[in-house]
């Protein structure tokens, strides 16, 4: 197999990620070995890559959101066969018993462990992957257009649900890259008005362009109060400036596994119980009904395709702001 090997966290221009060969990986008996087709890149594999975010393994192949085909099964998977299309994402397992689990968190599982982060992941040839923790491709995808909704489709979707986002609401997106691109889908799927926030004017167009009532900078007051926003950037000022613009009663939800600080900021912004809210991880259930909505709607995505072995390329375009929607490594 051909995989990209972090070994130690260094500035993208640097080419942190070595391109290595390997013996082809052999489940253990309750995984699958997946033949990967494509993994998306995402801003964490960013942030491990550069440092931003301790790395909890080295070496390590990054990479969480991996569409392929059954290679091989443990002994003890039924649920899968040889040639099965498949999808796996950043939970790699939970353990099932702890007092987050047993209520259906598992995704704040204490023993949680993550695709690229704790066990290797997709920017490779061959994966290894928890047979319970994979998930059937969904159907009228190919692999490159299905990779992106692995992360920036799930957690986006359940961004949706911790602002506590219902039909008709006046629903903010705070950043519009990959994962705002299908919140805003989803969001219009129910009948929400969007409003988006962003720094790049081409953005704002394209936002007005696929039906947002709004779209301006960071620091323009939306033309109205909003119900819940979600918040994509990693930049603790724009958590701020979205609680600015929600209305009473409302709800931000901070979209990130980073976040560079958080300002002071007034405790005005808080009064009329406006909440603060993370989202952390994502469930199985969130990845299964993602799945299934992004079929049935269907979620469109946008790629741009990289070869394996320009996986640093693409880590760097990724920091510029130059990807157009999701970067997506083709095997």
Known sequence: MKRMVLRAPKRVEEAPLCLEEAPDPLPGEDEIAIAVRACAVCRTDLQLTSGDLPARRLPIVPGHQIVGDVAAVGARVSRWAVGDRVAAGWLSSACGACSQCVVGRENLCVHARFTGWDVDGGYATRAIVKAAFAFAAPTGFGAIEAAPLLCGG??????????????????????????????????????????????????????????????????????????????????????????????????????????????????????????????????????????????????????????????????????????????????
């Open 154 to 331: 799930v957690i986006g979707y359940r961004a949706l649900a911790r602002a506590g986002v219902r039909p008709g609401m006046r629903v903010g997106l705070y950043g519009f890259g990959a994962s705002a691109l299908l919140a805003m889908q989803v969001a219009l799927a129910w009948g929400c008005r969007v409003f988006v926030a962003t720094r790049s004017t081409s953005e704002q167009a394209r936002a007005r362009s696929m039906g947002a009532v709004w779209a301006g900078g960071y620091d323009d007051a939306p033309p109205e109060p909003l119900d819940a926003v979600v918040t994509f950037a990693p930049v603790g000022e724009v958590a701020i400036a979205a609680l600015r613009a929600t209305d009473r009663g409302g709800t931000v939800a901070i979209n990130a596994i980073h976040l560079d600080r958080v300002p002071p900021f007034s405790y005005d912004l808080l009064w009329w119980e406006r909440s603060l809210v993370s989202v952390s991880n994502y469930t199985r259930t969130d990845a299964a009904e993602l799945l299934e909505l992004a079929a049935r709607l269907p979620l469109q995505t946008r790629f741009e395709q990289h070869p394996l072995e320009a996986a640093n390329e693409a880590l760097v375009r990724l920091r510029d702001g130059k990807v157009d929607g999701s970067a997506v490594l083709v095997m």
